[in-house]
Nanobody, 115 residues
Framework: QVQLVESGGGLVQPGGSLRLSCAAS????????MGWYRQTPGKQRELVAT???????DYADSVKGRFTISRDNAKNTVHLQMNSLKVEDTAVYYC?????????WGQGTQVTVSS
């Protein structure tokens, strides 16, 4: 079981920026597909961004042009740079790992966008 720990969440004004980080345990991080998801009370968890082991990225339409996912295999970390934040981006953000059908989730970090 791979351990994932998110950090970087907090309170920010609309139009501001935050950078989320996810630190993973293990020795084969470079082989994992990683993703960021988010969830608000009463709604199902939704995909925000993904990055494959080869570095290919994909984004939800709602965040394209504003968010950037990246990975640093030397440090076993994945990041989500969030710019031009909107009130509707408010959610708990979760880091996800996928490898050969195995899925692992972090505990989540709260992002609140409010004036």
């Amino acid at each position: 079981q791979v351990q994932l720990v998110e950090s970087g969440g907090g309170l920010v004004q609309p139009g501001g920026s935050l950078r989320l980080s996810c630190a993973a345990s293990g020795s084969i991080f470079r082989l994992y597909s990683m993703g960021w998801y988010r969830q608000t009370p009463g709604k199902q968890r939704e995909l925000v961004a993904t990055i494959t082991s080869g570095g290919s990225t994909d984004y939800a339409d709602s965040v394209k042009g504003r968010f950037t996912i990246s990975r640093d295999n030397a440090k076993n970390t994945v990041h989500l740079q969030m710019n031009s934040l909107k009130v509707e981006d408010t959610a708990v953000y979760y880091c996800k790992l996928g490898w050969l059908g195995f899925t692992s989730w972090g505990q989540g970090t709260q992002v609140t966008v409010s004036s």
